[in-house]
């Protein structure tokens, strides 16, 4: 009896024990797992606690930049509203009394007038820089020279003021080389074109003269007669009658 207790004693035990390791298994996993669950817990906590700390602090980031953006748009209106209409009127008037340019369309007009003017008087000062060398070159008594020169002259000058008396000083010229027919043709054209040149009436004398020194007297009266008719004044007519010609 003694022996048979002793024995159930001892097999209670050892399945107590077995119940007890088999309970302590399935114990240690679920505080494991608790323990897992905790730390993923510990975990989302503090990722939820860092996010919120982040979006805080954007937040504060995106009011602090309105409250800067609406002091610096006051700070416009304010510039803008201080500004006296009155003033800006005065400086505006202040700066065309100071200034006063000329608009682009007024200024073109006004520079190719002067480069016109400043052409005119070149090309002027170089045709009366070649009507008298043409000149010089006849007193120099170079007449062919000259003639040349006159020529080139009067093409180059065709409607030159001293158109005139380049065709004057040619037919001088032709008849100083005895060229009696030609400058006929010349002074008659200074006589027919320009008749109301002062060299009109020295170029109507020396037709005459012309046609006299090729001995035809009836055109030299014909032409001496027209002379003191046509320009009875004229200093041709006074040195006609210093050479004993008259009409």
């Known amino acids: 009896m003694y022996y048979m207790e002793v024995f159930m004693y001892r097999l ?5 024990c077995i119940v007890i390791l088999c309970s302590g298994c399935s114990l240690w996993t679920r505080i494991k797992k608790a323990i897992k669950s905790n730390d993923t817990i510990q975990e ?5 606690a860092e996010a919120g700390t982040i979006a ?6 995106d009011a602090d930049r309105e409250k800067e953006s609406s002091t610096y748009l006051n700070k416009i209106s304010d510039k ?3 500004i006296d209409p009155e ?9 065309k009394s100071v200034d006063p340019s000329p608009s682009l369309d007024e200024t073109i007009p006004k520079k190719k007038v002067q480069i016109d003017n400043n052409n005119n008087k070149l090309s002027q000062s170089q045709e009366q820089k ?3 060398d043409a000149l010089h070159l006849y007193e120099l008594h170079k007449y062919n020279e000259s003639i040349t020169l006159f020529d080139q002259f009067m093409e180059k000058y065709p409607k030159s003021r001293l158109m005139p008396n380049a065709l004057y000083w040619k037919g001088e010229n032709l008849y100083a080389q005895q060229k009696f027919a030609d400058a006929i043709f010349m002074f008659k054209s200074v006589t027919a074109t320009y008749p109301k040149h ?3 009436s020295d170029a109507l004398l020396k037709v005459g003269m012309s046609y006299r020194a090729l001995g035809d007297q009836d055109n030299a009266t014909l032409h001496f007669r027209a002379l003191y008719e046509d320009y009875p004044k004229s200093t041709a007519v006074q040195r ?3 050479l004993g010609i008259k009409p």
């Open 44 to 48: 989302e906590v503090l990722n939820e």
């Open 56 to 61: 805080e602090a954007l937040s504060e980031l």
């Open 80 to 82: 803008k509203t201080n």
């Open 12 to 16: 209670y035990s050892i399945i107590l």
């Open 87 to 95: 003033s800006v009127e005065k400086n505006t008037q202040h700066v």
């Open 198 to 200: 002062q060299k009109a």
């Open 130 to 132: 070649m009507y008298k």
């Open 240 to 242: 006609a009658q210093k």
